[in-house]
């Protein structure tokens, strides 16, 4: 039974360490090779429309797949494809990846031009065209959160500008330096969506981008600026739509299906300059930070540049990296080599140190509930973690470990330092197979 | 390739704290109630609580060692165990019946049953009821402060005599409530003094290692009740175990349940258990055997107090 004078979501508060919050974010040049990853979304993998050999431009589409649930990728260079390799992807799986040696010389390609855009359809077509997925983390196509079966029924607009995982800030920096992308991104998504409000959720350890955003909107008709109090993981979107409208989305449910539509900043800034000027998504800015990095910062990369060319171009490393990281600390990926690309969705490429990685031994339970009052999602993860062990997939299933968000609040605040979100997603997986396993029988 | 990094689940950290840090603080709040001891039952408190501390320990380094198990002394979860017996038992009692209680404690009640998080009971509330059953004569004596070599009542020990008609007499007399307050009365060496156990309240609390509610509600449960029943609340709130139980013991993480409204419920329990012993039972004090019945049934009050999935839809 949860409690009604639980007035906001749990979570945790972790470490700000927004070190690079005032770093401008710095243009860095185009690199010998770039890496491109034909799987940047959450969905199918593209297949390649590219050969070994051809010269490909920027802006090129040179991956596309016809599945629902896909976005076209582009061409960040100018140059030849040299190779088609395979990488083993931070979660084991392989993708088939484009190598472009560069001509330096980023000729655009011909059909870069701004679209036209005459009504929804156009401007559906526009943001798939735009290669846009959610910058925030998850990759999800940009063009379907933008056409839900109910879009009658959504009125609010939510910016996801939360920014909730430590030491990143390259939305901040979106914030500070492309603001009026930002609005004019809004400004497009409601008026060809028909939304009549949105909602710009920022935490409150930022007071600057949110004066800013608030001076700049302040004849905005519907939008508001709404500062969130600083509690990871204020931007995950179940929390986010819940802090800012009071509505709660069903297990199994959709943001549009509580009438919200949920976009990062960085996503709408993209989608801004699509507009403006006709150039896909093939750069990110990334806050490059942690303890083996000489001098932190926020970088703009292309697409497919290895992430050590990254870190040399900030300063290189301060020493010996253990650790690197895809991501904040709470939710990144570790990749196993500095050699791995930047990704569409890549927000921080952090290098942690010895003494940041720790081996973290687990001791027994203690049943102190620390997991079960930092969740977010209200989860029990030492009732989890009892079923999980003992098999008991049935009691997985009625503890909602479906519902896991994988925040990892529980495992930060865990005195016994227990990997319950790994668990969580052994637990995840071992229900799919057994669901498979139910519908072949 | 080149490389040897380190790969591995979010998240990639954690927050400060560890098991032994929270058992440190609990010993750092049961320090107070040491102090009062010392103080009102002379130095053979401290060696008493030294005694069971390092009984405790050892068993567990023992049973540890001989079943080929990872070490766990480190976490000090024992040593919490035997200086929460030690705070049960009688200021005077034996040190040899004391350590039989740190056995019963620490290898039956914890370690059979699997160690720390696995124990269905309290390891030192057993430990107690184990030595009480074995032992009435040395477990009922309890010294009186001030009076070297003597022995009497604790308050509801004198409550119980006056209400026996055989028993009750004119030389019967309760303390005043500054002197149950402060600890100047009978009892088990480190439940007497309310004070001493309010001060590591605080520090519990502001530490976060616990939340006010079980505490709060049974302390609450027993005021009213007694009350109610036409006892004198005051009387109840400041005499026996409760305040030792109800802060240290009925807050165990392991034998307690695990969200506030599963701890409203045990809190409440156990006071009304507590009062219905001391009223009604033929037992004086009724704390502990209220926190074992709890804990028995807390597997049952964590199954009726599962939260709600946020946005969690029930089929």
Redesign the interface.
């Known amino acids: 039974m949860a409690s009604i004078f639980d007035r906001s979501l749990k979570g945790v508060r972790a470490p700000h360490r927004k070190n690079t919050m005032d770093m401008e974010t710095r243009r860095m040049p185009v690199p010998e090779k770039v890496y491109i990853c034909m799987s940047q979304h959450m969905g199918p993998p593209c297949d390649i429309l590219a050969e070994v050999g051809d010269e490909v431009k920027v802006g090129q589409i040179i991956g596309d797949s016809g599945a629902f649930l896909s976005a076209p990728i582009h061409s960040s260079v100018s140059g030849k494809v040299t190779g088609i390799s395979e990488i083993i992807m931070p979660n084991g799986t392989r993708s088939k990846t484009l190598v472009i040696e560069t001509d330096k010389k980023q000729t655009l390609h011909e059909s870069v031009k701004p679209p036209s855009v005459t009504d929804r359809e156009s401007f559906l077509k526009a943001v798939r065209a735009a290669g846009l997925v959610g910058l925030g983390g998850a990759g999800f196509p940009a063009h379907i959160k933008f056409n839900p079966k109910n879009l009658g029924e959504v009125d609010t607009l939510l910016i996801n500008a939360a920014e909730c995982e430590p030491y990143i800030t390259s939305d901040y920096r979106t914030i500070m330096e492309r603001a009026g992308d930002v609005l004019y991104g809004v400004e497009t998504i409601m008026k060809w969506l028909d939304i009549k409000s949105c909602i710009i959720g920022i935490e409150d350890n930022k007071p600057e981008g949110i004066k800013k955003l608030r001076d700049m909107t302040k004849d905005m008709k519907g939008v508001t600026v709404q500062s969130l109090e600083s509690r990871y993981p204020q931007g995950a979107e179940k929390v986010l739509i819940y802090e800012t409208t009071g509505r709660i989305v069903p297990e199994g449910k959709l943001p549009a299906d509580v009438g919200c539509i949920v976009n990062n900043i960085s996503t709408v800034a993209q989608l801004a300059h699509y507009l403006r000027d006709g150039l896909p998504l093939i750069a990110k800015c990334v806050t490059v930070d942690g303890g083996a990095i000489a001098s932190p910062g926020n970088i703009q990369a292309l697409i497919g540049t290895p992430i050590r060319e990254v870190i040399a171009f900030a300063g290189g490393y301060s020493k010996e990296p253990r650790k690197v990281l895809l991501g904040g600390p709470m939710m990144g990926v570790s990749v196993y080599d500095d050699g791995y690309p930047v990704q569409k969705n890549s927000n921080a490429i952090l290098a942690m140190d010895e003494n940041q990685v720790e081996g973290y031994a687990e001791t027994a339970c203690i049943r102190c509930g620390r997991c079960v009052r930092s969740c977010p999602m209200n989860l029990m993860p030492l009732r989890i973690e009892d079923c999980f062990n003992r098999g008991d997939n049935e009691g997985l299933m009625a503890c909602k470990v479906n519902l896991c968000i994988e925040c990892g609040c529980c495992a930060y605040s865990c005195p016994a330092k227990r990997h319950l979100v790994q668990m969580h997603r052994l637990a995840k997986q071992r229900l799919r197979q057994d669901q498979q396993k139910k519908k072949g029988a | 390739?080149t490389?040897?990094?380190?790969?591995?689940?979010?998240?990639?950290?954690?927050?400060e704290?560890?098991?032994a840090?929270?058992m440190r603080d609990v010993l750092i709040a049961l320090l107070p109630a040491q102090i009062a001891a010392i103080y009102f039952f002379g130095a053979g408190a401290l060696l008493l609580t030294v005694t069971c501390a390092a009984a405790s320990m050892l068993f567990e380094y023992l049973y540890r060692r001989l079943m080929h198990l990872d070490g766990?002394v480190g976490?000090l979860?024992a040593a919490v165990t035997g200086v929460l017996l030690a705070y049960n038992l009688p200021a005077g009692i034996p040190l040899w019946m004391a350590v039989i209680g740190c056995f019963a404690a620490v290898i039956v009640i914890k370690q059979l049953f699997g160690?720390?998080?696995?124990n269905f009971a309290n390891p030192a509330i057993v430990g107690r009821i184990v030595l009480l059953l074995s032992f009435a004569t040395q477990m009922t004596s309890w010294p009186i402060p001030g009076q070297d070599g003597v022995t009497g009542a604790t308050p509801l020990g004198v409550v119980a005599a006056m209400s026996n008609p055989e028993t009750a007499s004119e030389a019967l007399k309760l303390p005043g409530y500054l002197d149950m307050f402060l600890g100047n009365i009978g009892g088990s060496m480190g439940e007497t003094s309310a004070l001493a156990l309010l001060i590591g309240f605080g520090y519990l609390l502001a530490r976060r290692v616990i939340t006010a509610t079980e505490p709060l509600a049974f302390m609450g449960t027993v005021f009213i009740l007694s009350w109610a029943l036409g006892a004198d609340p005051v009387f109840h709130l400041l005499a026996g175990g409760l305040m030792l139980g109800a802060i240290f013991m009925g807050t165990d993480?392991?034998t307690t349940p695990?969200?506030?409204?599963g701890k409203l419920i045990f809190g409440v329990g156990a006071g009304i258990l507590t009062v219905v012993i001391r009223l009604y039972g033929s037992y004086p004090e009724g704390v502990s055997f209220a926190i074992l019945l709890m804990n028995i049934i807390t597997p049952h009050i964590?199954n009726l107090?599962?939260?709600?999935?946020?946005?969690?839809?029930e089929e």
């Open positions: 390739m490389q040897n990094l380190v790969v591995a689940s979010s998240p990639h950290f954690r927050a704290g560890s098991t840090a929270i766990t976490d979860s160690g720390l998080g696995r993480y392991v695990t969200t506030e409204t964590d107090t599962r939260i709600k999935a946020f946005g969690g839809v």
